[in-house]
């Protein structure tokens, strides 16, 4: 008869020494450590609102440090309808934040334009900045923008980062 044995961490073979990759450490850092700068637009942005109460609770994933100063902040939610008078302001808030920088085009509207095939209405914030998870929905639920953070999460465990950084002379 074989018993079961919990296979985990044992301190008394390993002694108190982690091993893994830098990466991974300093990945795990960003992911659970995202400062949102919520670019509120238009009615995406109430969903937006409702995602950081208590009933959803977006500070389980690290990211309840709503920013609202582009220089302190390293995730933009786009939530709504982005027209052409506010794409330069958008533009300029986003090349305001430092590296690395992430961004949430949340809702129909800062996705694709949405309903609005106007003139004055841009038909996607992809056009004028990179967009690394888009968020269907007219106006999404916040379970939506909870899962794009998650998604987002993914993508920032996966990112190389001490290949990328410059060396210093």
Known sequence: MQTNTEVGYDSKIEGDVIVTQADAVLNWFRKNSLWPMPMGLA?????????????FDISRFGA?????SPRQSDLMIVAGTVTYKMALAVRRIYQQMPEPKWVIAMGACASTGGMYRSYAVLQGVDQIVPVDVYVAGCPPRPEALLDAIIKLQGKISKEPLLAT???VA
């Open 43 to 55: 009615c995406c942005a109430i969903e937006l609102m409702a995602a950081g109460a208590s009933r």
């Open 64 to 68: 309840e440090v709503m920013r609202f």
């Open 165 to 167: 950084l410059k060396k």
